[in-house]
């Protein structure tokens, strides 16, 4: 799995743009989003000194279909918004991966977060330029869970090879010493231990790209991170 982060310069045209860039020191935040046929449905905060001009133009936006307000407190709304033009999660469909919430827009550009294989990570991105939305990558990196499918027992016995140095170079400790502390046969810890190394193995190589991420000017960054300098 890939984890990427974006920072999506939003076209004109969908209304969270437009009206972010309009109240520049306002923060919306995407707490919830659902697509729907040609449009879509969303849950948005909104924090700024003033929300009232705010609310005016988000119901007088012309991709608008209907708003509730669900709460209001002193420098903050919350919102259900319809609309047409739902970028994001068309973007979103279109690459088949899901987007994180809550997506924070401010002055037009979205913070999106993004966890997927990375040939639809990848796909993500082509599918922002096909719309016409400037991005930049914050970063993106590698999410892995080695061994999430090993069984108790399993982990037992590779945390007991582990913690007494049967992994080490040179090794620590015997194979039969492993099995005689965790109270098995030799044969039966041999064979425990391949089939989690063969699992975990098998875990990182599928979850390594067949092809890099390209989203165009990422380089190595630190700790496995790739980010735009």
């Known amino acids: 799995m890939a984890q990427a982060r974006l920072r999506v310069d939003i076209p004109d045209g969908p209304w969270v743009g ?27 905060r909104v924090t700024a000194d003033d929300v009232d001009p ?6 007088e936006h012309d991709t608008i279909t209907d708003v509730s307000v669900m709460a209001e407190d002193d420098g903050m709304l919350t919102l259900q918004v319809a609309a047409l033009v739902p970028l994001l999660q068309t973007v979103a469909r279109r690459a088949g991966v899901p987007i994180e919430m809550p997506v924070e827009i401010c002055d037009g550009v979205a913070r999106v977060d993004i966890t997927g294989p990375h040939e639809r990570v990848a796909k993500f991105g082509d599918a922002l330029r ?52 965790v109270g098995i046969a030799k044969s039966t810890c041999s064979e425990v231990l391949q089939r989690v190394e063969r699992t975990i193995v098998r ?27």
């Open 203 to 229: 875990e990182f190589v599928d979850d390594l790209p067949r092809r890099p991420v390209d989203f165009e000017s990422i380089d190595d960054g630190p700790e496995g991170v790739d980010r735009v300098q």
């Open 18 to 44: 437009d009206i972010s860039r309009e109240f520049p020191n306002a923060r919306f935040q995407v707490l919830t989003a659902t697509p729907d046929d040609g449009g879509g449905f969303a849950l948005v």
């Open 130 to 181: 096909d719309v016409g939305a400037e991005f930049e990558v914050d970063y993106v990196q590698q999410r892995v869970n080695p061994g999430g499918s090993l069984t108790a027992r399993q982990r037992e016995v590779l945390f007991e090879a582990v913690d007494r140095g049967y992994y080490d170079v040179p090794r620590e400790c015997t194979l039969t010493e492993v099995a005689d502390h």
């Open 54 to 59: 705010i609310l005016d133009a988000v119901e």
